[in-house]
């Protein structure tokens, strides 16, 4: 059975970090090497959001000459998400829907990706 995840208290809890003490590879068979920082290996672990870091992973050949993403989340009104790249300046790189997503953190969210590392905002 899947443990329920308090929106509110993750966000308390990433909040936690800053900067990193260690870099966790992720990488999945066909896609971009993706290096995690301790928040993001917390994030990906607690919520359960293995898929998240998967897409991030999937699109960096495509996008391998940005060394600076921004990547969001907006949950939209059909109850799907859209995930979306930009160059950090409002240039729109990538943008994808998902159907359907138990993400926890229902009111948006917001990772960098910086020379192949995965980072959350408080950790850059």
Request: hydrophobic letters at 35%; glycine letters at 8%.
């Amino acid at each position: 059975m899947k443990q329920t995840i308090n929106p509110e208290e993750l966000k308390v809890q990433l909040l936690q970090f800053n900067g990193t003490e260690h870099y966790y590879d992720h990488s999945t068979i066909g896609s971009g090497k993706l290096l995690l920082t301790d928040g993001c290996k917390y994030l990906r672990e607690v919520a359960k959001c293995y898929w998240l870091f998967d897409l991030f992973a999937s699109y960096q050949y495509k996008l391998c000459n940005e060394e600076f993403q921004t990547w969001t989340l907006v949950k939209t009104k059909s109850g799907g998400w859209e995930v979306s790249a930009t160059d950090g300046n409002d240039k729109k790189l990538v943008t994808q829907y998902i159907p359907f997503s138990d993400f926890a953190i229902e009111d948006g969210f917001t990772i960098f990706l910086a020379d192949g590392v995965a980072m959350l905002p408080s950790e850059y």
